[in-house]
Nanobody, 117 residues
Framework: QVQTVESGGGLVQAGGSLRLSCAAS????????IIWYRQAPGQQRELVAL???????VYADSVKGRFTISRDNAKNTVYLHMNSLRPEDTAAYYC???????????WGQGTQVTVSS
């Protein structure tokens, strides 16, 4: 099993930047993909970005060109670099791991990002 813990959220003004971290523990060698999601109040959870073990990435259209996902394999950590933040980016951000078998890690507590206008 793999566990993931999110951190790095906070309050930032529009146009600002934040870096979120997703630390994985457990059977980390089995991880194929790390996925970042977000959920704003009253809205469904949505995929923000993901990164595969081969380094390939996918982004939601709403964050392309502003967010960058990266991974530090030595630290078993994936980062979400968020630039040019907008009030609509306000949400709780979560990460999950996906193994080659398709198994997903449990949802964590998430980390809150609030962007003021």
């Amino acid at each position: 099993q793999v566990q993931t813990v999110e951190s790095g959220g906070g309050l930032v003004q529009a146009g600002g930047s934040l870096r979120l971290s997703c630390a994985a523990s457990g059977s980390t060698r089995s991880i194929k993909t790390i996925i970042w999601y977000r959920q704003a109040p009253g809205q469904q959870r949505e995929l923000v970005a993901l990164i595969d073990s081969d380094g390939s990435t996918v982004y939601a259209d709403s964050v392309k060109g502003r967010f960058t996902i990266s991974r530090d394999n030595a630290k078993n950590t994936v980062y979400l670099h968020m630039n040019s933040l907008r009030p609509e980016d306000t949400a709780a951000y979560y990460c999950r791991s996906r193994l080659a078998t398709g198994e997903l890690s449990n949802w964590g507590q998430g980390t809150q990002v609030t962007v003021s206008s």
